[in-house]
T-cell receptor, first 111, second 112 residues
Framework: AQRVTQPEKLLSVFKGAPVELKCNYSYSGSPELFWYVQYSRQRLQLLLRHISRESIKGFTADLNKGETSFHLKKPFAQEEDSAMYYCALKGVSGGYQKVTFGIGTKLQVIP | DVKVTQSSRYLVKRTGEKVFLECVQDMDHENMFWYRQDPGLGLRLIYFSYDVKMKEKGDIPEGYSVSREKKERFSLILESASTNQTSMYLC???????????FGPGTRLTVL
């Protein structure tokens, strides 16, 4: 079974402070990990994926297979980063590719 | 630009009613998904489809069914709506072999 754990439902940081949104996963194979974001009144959208090793809107995430983690980081939080963030894992289950989402972390950036 | 549309943004139904939620995508994606989104529970997969007329149960299929008669359209059906099905419903599509899922705006369903 594949599982994604986001331990924090709410994370509040001050503008300019570093941000780290935690994500841990459980999967027996080689996982593909993603971060999705949902801004207020907007649809859920892909933020970044681990295979691209990219930085989007200043956010980065590194897959740590030893710790089974894929934490999302940004050195200096901006007010426009306030949103709901979901970590997701794509694996194979029952012969099909399946994406499992975490429960989400609401990031609140305080001005 | 991929566009995934859902037939209603808000819907209010009574217990026992049959409810249809429609989702249409315009990018010829093979894969389509229905999720429900609840605070503290995240996104949970209800049903998915990898091709026309094909459907597979997700993690929480009980009380739901789906229909995929055409490639661009994936319908979620609540045969007899209950109050515990009050939720935000999200549709998504994905090109087969790709990673990114494209989501619709969501339908907020309230069952009274």
């Amino acid at each position: 079974a594949q599982r994604v754990t986001q331990p924090e439902k709410l994370l509040s940081v001050f503008k300019g402070a570093p941000v780290e949104l935690k994500c841990n996963y459980s999967y027996s194979g080689s996982p593909e990990l993603f971060w999705y974001v949902q801004y207020s009144r907007q649809r859920l959208q892909l933020l970044l994926r681990h295979i691209s090793r990219e930085s989007i809107k200043g956010f980065t995430a590194d897959l740590n297979k030893g710790e089974t983690s894929f934490h999302l980081k940004k050195p200096f939080a901006q007010e426009e980063d306030s949103a709901m963030y979901y970590c997701a894992l794509k694996g194979v289950s029952g012969g099909y590719q399946k994406v499992t989402f975490g429960i989400g972390t609401k990031l609140q950036v305080i001005p | 630009d991929v566009k995934v549309t859902q037939s209603s943004r808000y819907l209010v139904k009574r217990t026992g009613e049959k409810v249809f939620l429609e989702c249409v995508q315009d990018m010829d994606h093979e894969n389509m998904f229905w999720y429900r989104q609840d605070p503290g529970l995240g996104l949970r997969l209800i049903y998915f489809s990898y091709d026309v007329k094909m459907k597979e149960k997700g993690d929480i299929p009980e009380g739901y069914s789906v229909s995929r008669e055409k490639k661009e359209r994936f319908s979620l059906i609540l045969e007899s709506a209950s109050t515990n099905q009050t939720s935000m419903y999200l549709c998504a599509s994905r090109l087969s072999g790709d990673n990114e899922q494209f989501f619709g705006p969501g339908t907020r369903l309230t069952v009274l």
